[in-house]
């Protein structure tokens, strides 16, 4: 699996949510779950740990020469909610 975001994006996002998307990479490394969470662009939630915590991250799959990878777009501390909806589902 590849990943790509913005750096200057991925400052905003951990000045904002004190969240790195460098870290947020962890959640597809073990159990997690994905929903839509946009049509146009598709985009992705995927919820999971990251660094000891939960986490939810918005994410897009694009395509380049070498295959598909996914674009990072956000992430953030899982809200109560997202926590929940992980439990019932892992």
Same mark, same amino acid.
């Given at each position: 699996?590849?990943? @790509?975001?913005?750096? %200057? *994006? #991925?400052?905003?996002?951990?000045? *904002?949510? &004190?969240?790195?998307? %460098?870290? #947020?990479?962890?959640?597809? +490394?073990?159990? =997690?779950?994905? +929903? @839509? *969470?946009?049509?146009?662009?598709?985009?992705?939630?995927? !919820? /999971? $740990?990251? &660094? /000891? @915590?939960?986490?939810?991250? !918005?994410? %897009? !799959? @694009? *395509? +380049?020469? +070498?295959?598909?990878? =996914?674009?990072? !777009?956000? #992430? $953030?501390?899982?809200?109560?909610?997202?926590?929940?909806? =992980? /439990?019932?589902?892992?």
């Amino acid at each position: 699996m590849r990943f @790509r975001f913005d750096s %200057e *994006k #991925a400052r905003e996002v951990l000045r *904002k949510h &004190g969240v790195t998307l %460098e870290g #947020a990479q962890e959640i597809f +490394d073990q159990a =997690y779950i994905v +929903d @839509r *969470k946009s049509d146009d662009p598709e985009q992705f939630r995927a !919820i /999971g $740990w990251s &660094g /000891g @915590r939960s986490c939810a991250l !918005i994410f %897009e !799959i @694009r *395509k +380049d020469s +070498d295959g598909e990878f =996914y674009h990072l !777009i956000t #992430a $953030w501390r899982a809200t109560n909610q997202e926590e929940e909806a =992980y /439990g019932q589902q892992i």
